[in-house]
């Protein structure tokens, strides 16, 4: 693969030298691009392409299962069910040392807020997240996946 030109930083710099590089896009889908960045705002095409890199990356050292990762769990459920307090409680208190940290807020008369910060194998971090998602009274939830080497 050929490499491209390594751009000149400001002295003092902290990141690595970046190295500049040209790719061929069809028009239609830069069009899209543009859009999609003009949405969100401030974001540049080359800031967007690196976002897009280290996600791709993220979700292979999760596929590939290598190493230790990190998630969050966002649950939302009824706080006025007893039931799927109690389980919520038996399932947070089985993960262990997976368990970084919670938070919990409520979030209106019947509806209530967990954030769970896992850590762990990613086979066990995401069997774990399925247990929690799944329990009956989880009004919704998802699975959001890092890992601590982050590229």
Do not use: C
Not at 6 to 14: E, Y
Not at 15 to 35: A, Q, V
Not at 57 to 74: D, H, R
Not at 88 to 102: D, I, W, Y
């Amino acid at each position: 693969m050929k490499r491209g030109r390594t751009s000149k930083r400001a002295r003092g710099a902290t990141e690595p030298d970046l190295i500049r590089f040209g790719i061929s896009i069809p028009d239609d889908l830069l069009k899209k691009f543009d859009e999609h960045l003009n949405e969100k705002g401030n974001q540049n095409r080359s800031e967007a392409i690196r976002d897009l890199i280290r996600d791709r990356l993220v979700q292979n050292a999760w596929s590939e299962g290598k190493g230790e990762q990190i998630a969050t769990v966002t649950i939302v459920y009824d706080g006025q069910n007893a039931d799927v307090q109690r389980r919520l409680a038996e399932n947070k208190r089985a993960l262990g040392t997976h368990l970084m940290s919670s938070m919990h807020l409520r979030i209106n008369l019947h509806q209530e807020l967990e954030v769970l910060a896992l850590r762990g194998p990613a086979s066990t971090i995401r069997s774990e997240a399925e247990g929690l998602l799944g329990l009956k009274g989880i009004l919704h939830g998802k699975l959001v996946m890092t890992t601590p080497t982050a590229p």
